[in-house]
């Protein structure tokens, strides 16, 4: 019996690739977590850049709190199972009327992950709409990995700039519109991107990546995962930092030996050592 979705909203997950909308976090909590996303920004010169906007949940005490969320893990409970790692965060954060876009892409490209067992709860903290540049979906598109070509483009918001090498059908876009506080889902093979922000207003989207405890890193070294409900009786990822106070010293040397591997992992073959700007 699911936890969040029905049996129905399961089973269309599986055949479409997405779900949404869940009305994950309410209004007072979703204020609370972007002023404090915008209060470090405020402190530290400037939006949140580079490495910072990755395995954040490590850094701050408030994205650890979000990714343990109660709601957010019923409904992926109800796709991965009881055991559920939390393996990455990203930030996703258009300006307003900037013209960042995300292009394109499967999000398993490069990740290294042993199976494509993996769902995204991307959580809007502003509103996200065709305005403002939210997600857009193609249902089905999940069933296999596809091939994808490096750009680079700074304005890509993607690692790499990475876009699918096929012809994707724009008319069978379906736009993810949010209101902050509700969050999305997605299977790690879909195809999705998303157009630039012609708001007055940011687009801030954090994406959460659950995976089940069975997956391995099959091509990084070393890699890192927090056990957010279940248990973990494989062991195939070394415990994360959890921590106590935002930015605690503990929380950044971990962060740069973490982000060092993975950095490895997500530019393989490019020559590319740090996260881009």
Known sequence: ????????EVATYRDNGYH???????????????????????ASGGPIKAE???RSHVLFTWIDEMIRHPKILDAIEDLLGPNILCWNTSFFIKEARDPGFVSWHQDATYWGLSSSDVATAWIAMSPANKISGCMKFVAGTHKEQVQHE?????????TRGQEIAVEVDEARAVYVELKPGQASLHHVLLFHGSEPNRSDDRRIGLAIRYIPTHLKQAVGQRDWATLVRGKD?????????????DLEPAALAFHKEVSEEQVKVLYRGTGKSAYRA
């Open 1 to 8: 019996m699911p936890k969040l979705l029905s049996e129905s």
């Open 20 to 42: 949404f909308p869940i009305d994950a976090l309410g209004a007072g909590e979703v204020a609370t977590f972007r002023r404090r996303l915008e209060d470090y920004e405020a």
């Open 52 to 54: 910072m906007r990755h």
């Open 150 to 158: 490096d750009t680079f483009d700074k304005n890509n918001l993607l």
């Open 233 to 245: 009786t494989h062991g195939h990822f070394l415990p994360a930092h959890v921590p106590k106070r």
